[in-house]
């Protein structure tokens, strides 16, 4: 057999530290109880993002499962899941009896729907607990103990399941398995104002369109730069695009954050810029990217700030959009809020002829960057004449049309990529 148990979980969500810390801290209770050894080892899933599940998941003898949204939505980790509850599935029509060899805990609750085949297996551990799952309760510090006794709990639960493993599975079995769930098997959602199926927007991301460019003009600083701005600089590194403002429940970049999204709307090409008042002009502003501009609001304190937006303004680069990054998670932020909101309107921000976004969550930046490539396309087409109606003829779009419009537009990008 292989490892004692093996930890899947959905690697797009950014939790990679705190599920390894909690990976290792479920090991160290099975050692603490059983001695270490071989026959105690764990193993996590690999960060980067595979075709087929791991190949641990096809000898491991218990598998640990931590649901959240992205999970459910995902691919790999549906395959993972499948291909361990048909190995417990072969053993129950061998023996007649199923073994208890998957263990499952909510990492995140936030849009959570468990499918129907997971919740027919009487597998999670039901600990009593409010918030958002095993990861807010590691991030509490006042939640301790609560997050220790689900520690020991699991680790009591994957020993027991250590016990009776399911039969080991060849990788050519593990492909003829099918997904239970995961995006493949997800149902469009019904639309009860609009009339016929729901068709692909005017200039959305097909194989024709499949060498559409964009680029991050990071307005960002590093952790020496920022101390003179600021109290906390935990979220800075020592270049502008180590920023990680969504700590401490994300510990992805601004940049990587763009970059997932980007790419599930069909984006093959993303450079990513950090523009300096004294510096030559990056060369990646040109006018054939959508050019998305991420802001620091902190920096509007800098004195170079004024001088460096000017020069943003009068590029001849294709400003989509610009956001403001205001995390929800940052106190120092979310306490000078006002204060930062009133500092950008007595800036040039306002210059660009360019739709204005705050984002306060990762989640957030990454639906934005979704609507601002649907818009941008859409914005093209019009441009062209994609859209344009008969001559004579006068169009006036209602709210209610309008929203009917941007949810069309949006969800035919995101069919063509893994969702945000």
């Known amino acids: 057999m292989g490892p004692l148990f093996f930890t899947s979980y959905a690697s797009s969500t950014g939790d990679r530290g705190p599920v390894q810390r909690f990976h290792v801290d479920v090991q160290n209770e099975i050692c603490s109880v059983l001695g270490r050894g071989p026959s105690t080892e764990g193993r996590l899933k690999h960060p980067e993002p595979a075709s087929g599940p791991d190949a641990a998941v096809l000898d491991c003898r218990a598998l640990l499962v931590l649901y959240s949204a992205e999970y459910v939505d995902d691919a790999q980790c549906a395959s993972e899941w499948s291909v361990f509850a048909e190995r417990m599935d072969r053993c129950m029509r061998r023996t007649g009896m199923r073994p208890d060899s998957l263990v499952g805990v909510v990492w995140r609750s936030d849009a959570l729907v468990l499918p129907r085949p997971v919740t027919a297996i009487p597998h999670i551990v039901d600990e009593v607990y409010q918030g958002p799952g095993v990861l807010c309760l590691q991030q509490d510090p006042r939640s301790r103990d609560q997050y220790r006794r689900i520690v ?19 990788e050519a079995e593990s492909r003829a398995v099918p997904p239970q769930f995961g995006p493949s098997r997800a149902m469009r959602p019904k639309r009860r104002d609009v009339a016929g199926p729901l068709s692909d927007p005017p200039g959305a991301a097909t194989p024709d369109h499949a060498g559409r460019r964009m680029t991050l003009l990071l307005v960002a600083g590093t952790s020496d730069r920022m101390r003179r701005l600021r109290d906390h600089v935990d979220y800075y590194g020592d270049h502008a695009k180590e920023w990680r403002p969504f ?3 994300h510990d992805e970049t601004v940049p990587s954050t763009v970059g997932y999204a980007a790419r599930a709307c069909g984006v093959d090409s993303l450079a990513v ?4 008042p004294d510096e030559p002009w990056p060369e990646e502003l040109d006018e054939s990217a959508t050019v998305l501009v991420v802001v620091d609001p ?3 304190d800098d004195p170079a700030f004024r001088a460096l937006w000017e020069r943003i303004v009068r590029s001849r680069a294709r400003i989509a959009a610009v956001v403001v990054v205001l995390a929800r998670a940052d106190e120092e932020s979310t306490a000078h809020a006002i204060r930062l909101r009133e500092a950008l309107c007595r800036t ?6 360019a739709a204005h976004h705050e984002a306060g969550s990762r989640e957030a930046l990454a639906h934005i960057v979704v609507a601002v490539m649907a818009d941008s396309v859409t ?6 004449g994609g859209t344009q109606g008969k001559a004579g003829e006068l169009t006036i779009e209602s709210p209610a049309e309008r929203r009917v419009r941007k949810q069309r537009e949006r969800v035919g990008w ?7």
Do not use: I, Y
């Open 414 to 420: 995101l069919r063509h990529g893994a969702k945000p």
């Open 348 to 353: 040039p921000t306002r210059m660009l002829n």
């Open 298 to 300: 902190w920096l509007t």
């Open 247 to 249: 700590l401490p429940h």
């Open 152 to 170: 020991r709990r699991v680790a009591a639960r994957l020993m027991r399941a250590a016990e009776g493993p399911p039969p080991v599975m060849s």
């Open 273 to 276: 810029a950090v523009p300096e």
């Open 379 to 384: 914005d093209s087409a019009h441009e062209t």
